[in-house]
């Protein structure tokens, strides 16, 4: 009698087993956290600055600012905020040969960073300095926001005769005309700064 009970018990435990469904591999796998998805009215994530230049006004002008060197997706840019132009202006601004600011006018930065020795010209153009860059554009208050490309030609920290660090940086009197031999007619010094590296 004991046998037949077991057997039945045997019996209905495998006939309750068959009638459930077979585990699939995604049953048995970890739960998956969820990831957050990005915001898109987020700000984009902002690069790390390499060099900065903090301008100061030569004499008789109130132009300043800061500006920073950064990689952004490979190729080296430069961002950031002049205040003191006048209304509405559009001004040469270039990488010099010498970090140095101490003439009252900002000639003791020489003439364009030019270690390719090529003629100068737009930044868009094949023949153009290493340190030409697009002219800035002040707003109705005077203040311009500098976000621009650097040439490619031209290096942050490398150490070579391309490197950036070092070098004087020049806000000009005048819109660069990009065409004008070897500075483009952009007048006078407004801001000059030496470029550091980044700490």
Same mark, same amino acid.
């Given at each position: 009698?004991?046998? /037949?009970?077991?057997?039945?018990?045997?019996?209905?435990?495998?006939?309750?087993?068959?009638?459930?469904? !077979?585990?699939?591999?995604?049953?048995?796998?970890?739960?998956? !956290?969820?990831?957050? !998805?990005?915001?898109?009215?987020?700000?984009?994530?902002?690069?790390?600055?390499? !060099?900065?230049?903090?301008?100061? $006004?030569?004499?008789?002008?109130?132009?300043? *600012?800061? /500006?920073?060197?950064?990689?952004?997706?490979?190729?080296?840019?430069?961002?950031?905020?002049?205040?003191?132009?006048?209304?509405?202006?559009?001004?040469?601004?270039?990488?010099?040969?010498?970090?140095?600011?101490?003439?009252?006018?900002?000639?003791?930065?020489?003439?364009?960073?030019?270690?390719?020795?090529?003629?100068?010209?737009?930044?868009?153009?094949? +023949?153009?300095?290493?340190?030409?860059?697009?002219? /800035?554009?002040?707003?109705?208050?005077?203040?311009?926001?500098?976000?621009? $490309?650097?040439?490619?030609?031209?290096?942050?920290?490398?150490?070579? +005769?391309?490197?950036?660090? *070092?070098?004087?940086? /020049?806000?000009?009197?005048?819109?660069?005309?990009?065409?004008?031999?070897?500075? *483009?007619?952009?007048?006078?010094?407004?801001?000059?700064?030496?470029?550091?590296?980044?700490?």
């Amino acid at each position: 009698m004991r046998l /037949i009970h077991g057997t039945l018990f045997l019996a209905s435990a495998l006939a309750l087993s068959a009638c459930q469904p !077979a585990a699939t591999p995604a049953d048995t796998a970890a739960p998956v !956290a969820d990831t957050p !998805a990005a915001d898109p009215a987020a700000p984009p994530a902002m690069a790390t600055p390499l !060099a900065t230049a903090q301008l100061q $006004p030569t004499e008789g002008s109130s132009v300043a *600012g800061t /500006i920073s060197f950064s990689l952004v997706d490979g190729l080296l840019r430069a961002s950031g905020d002049i205040s003191g132009l006048k209304p509405g202006s559009e001004h040469g601004f270039h990488i010099h040969e010498k970090g140095d600011c101490s003439a009252p006018d900002g000639t003791s930065a020489g003439g364009h960073f030019n270690p390719g020795n090529a003629e100068h010209g737009s930044i868009a153009a094949s +023949a153009h300095h290493g340190g030409d860059m697009p002219n /800035i554009v002040a707003d109705a208050q005077g203040n311009a926001h500098v976000d621009g $490309p650097v040439a490619s030609s031209v290096n942050v920290g490398k150490g070579d +005769a391309f490197d950036i660090i *070092g070098r004087g940086l /020049i806000v000009h009197a005048d819109a660069d005309d990009y065409q004008s031999q070897p500075t *483009g007619n952009a007048g006078a010094r407004l801001a000059c700064a030496v470029i550091v590296k980044a700490e």
